[in-house]
C-alpha cells in the first residue's frame, strides 16, 4: 500500500471520527448502553478494515463513516424525543434485589447466576446481600446499590452537626504551565498566583508539577 495513501486515509479517518463524537455525544465513550457499546466496536471495525483494504478507496472510508455517525445521530435524537424509542434502545434497570430479598426470576432474565451477583456486589464493596436493601442492574452492566438503614454510612446529619459547604479543588499549575482562565474564574491574578508561591518559597512555574487551589485551604504545591 502506498505510504502517501494511506497516511491521507488515516487524517481522514481520524477527523471523521473526531467529529461523530463531538456530534453523536461522549456516551459513545463511555458506552453507557449496550446499544453505544456494540456502536462504539462497529465504528472502529468500519475504519480499521478500511484503511488496511486495497480495494477500498478514501471515498469510501467518508461514505461508511458519515453514513454510520448520521445514523448513530439519529437515534440518540428520536431517544432523547421519544420515550418509548428510548427505552427499546437503551432498556430499562432490572431490580436484582427487592427490599433485601433476591428476586429469582429477574436474575433468569438476565441470564445470571447467584455467583455472578455476589461477584458484581463485592466489586461494589458489598460483601454481603444480607446488607442490601435494593440491587439494580443498569442497562451498561453495573450494578447501583441501595444498602439497608444499618449498613449505610454516617452522616454530619446523623449526629446533627451543622452543614459545612462543599468547594471543589481547582488545578491552577499544571506540568509547568499556568491555567490561566481557570484563574480568572476565581477571580484571582498573577499577582495572586505570584505572592502564594514566594509564601512556599517557589519562584518559577516551570518548577511545579502541580498547584492546586481548595476554598477555605491553602495553595497545594507540589514541585518536580
Known amino acids: ?33 449496550p446499544f453505544t457499546f456494540i456502536a ?3 465504528l472502529g471495525e468500519l475504519l480499521g478494515n478500511a484503511l488496511y483494504d486495497h480495494q477500498i478507496g478514501v471515498f469510501y472510508i467518508i461514505y461508511s463513516m458519515t453514513l454510520w455517525g448520521a445514523l448513530l445521530f439519529v437515534v440518540e435524537y428520536l431517544g432523547q424525543k421519544y420515550l418509548a424509542f428510548r427505552g427499546i434502545v437503551e432498556g430499562k434497570p432490572s431490580a436484582l434485589i427487592k427490599n433485601g430479598l433476591v428476586d429469582r426470576e429477574e436474575l433468569r432474565k438476565n441470564r ?3 455467583n455472578q451477583l455476589q461477584s458484581l456486589l463485592r466489586q461494589s464493596e458489598t460483601f454481603s446481600i444480607r446488607e442490601v436493601a435494593f440491587c439494580y442492574l443498569e442497562a451498561n452492566g453495573s450494578i447501583s446499590i441501595l ?9 454530619q446529619e446523623d449526629f446533627n452537626m451543622p452543614i459545612k459547604p462543599v468547594y471543589v479543588p481547582v488545578t491552577l499549575i499544571r506540568d509547568g504551565k499556568v491555567l490561566w482562565d481557570e484563574l480568572k474564574d476565581l477571580g484571582f491574578d498573577e499577582s ?10 517557589i519562584s518559577n512555574y516551570k518548577d511545579i508539577f502541580i498547584a492546586e487551589w481548595l476554598e477555605n485551604d491553602c495553595l497545594f504545591v507540589q514541585t518536580y
Open 1 to 33: 500500500m502506498n505510504i502517501m495513501y494511506l497516511t491521507i486515509e488515516l487524517i481522514i479517518g481520524f477527523f471523521l471520527l473526531f467529529i461523530i463524537v463531538k456530534f453523536v455525544g461522549k456516551k459513545i465513550i463511555s458506552q453507557i448502553t
Open 40 to 42: 462504539s466496536i462497529v
Open 147 to 155: 444498602k439497608k438503614t444499618k449498613h449505610q454510612k454516617t452522616t
Open 192 to 201: 495572586w498566583l505570584k505572592t502564594q508561591l514566594t509564601s512556599q518559597d
Open 112 to 114: 445470571m447466576n447467584l
